[in-house]
């Protein structure tokens, strides 16, 4: 019913979109191993189980939640619903204070205890460093 050349093509797109949907998914797979979202302090309270692999928390800096010891910092992280209190050790970035997005990566000690290895500040499309402000205010 259909000639050679319909069949060949037909055989030629099947066998490209066969490809691309391999491929995509293969890329795909490889990437969520090494993709971290990170969850809100209302999304780990709604966790059935609690993992212990190295995890993110995001939300923002709580005001009036830091306390800074020697070598150790406490602060809380809130969505405006939920709160989850961190622990770090280590160095802050010039990013990180109250009422502003932090990320912390690390590890849960339970729904409400977060033990951060890594503070990772967040900033709005305005933001600008304070050399280049200062740089710009002296022209």
């Known amino acids: 019913m259909y000639g050679r050349k319909v069949k060949l093509r037909f055989l030629f797109v099947a066998l490209i979109l066969i490809t691309l949907i391999l491929t995509a998914f293969l890329v795909l797979k490889s990437l969520e191993e090494n993709v971290v979202y990170f969850q809100s302090p209302s999304e780990i309270k709604a966790l059935s189980e609690l993992d212990k692999k190295k995890i993110r ?14 070598t150790e910092m406490r602060f809380i992280i809130t969505d405006f619903k939920n709160e989850i209190n ?5 160095a802050i970035p010039n990013l990180f204070e109250e009422g502003k997005g932090v990320v912390a990566e690390g590890f849960l000690k339970d729904r409400n205890f ?8 967040k900033h709005d499309e305005n933001y600008m460093p304070p050399e280049v402000k200062q740089a710009l205010g002296e022209k």
């Open 57 to 70: 928390v995001g939300g923002m800096v709580k005001k009036d939640s830091i306390l800074v010891k020697a």
């Open 86 to 90: 961190v622990t770090y050790t280590g």
């Open 114 to 121: 977060f033990s951060a290895t890594k503070i990772l500040a």
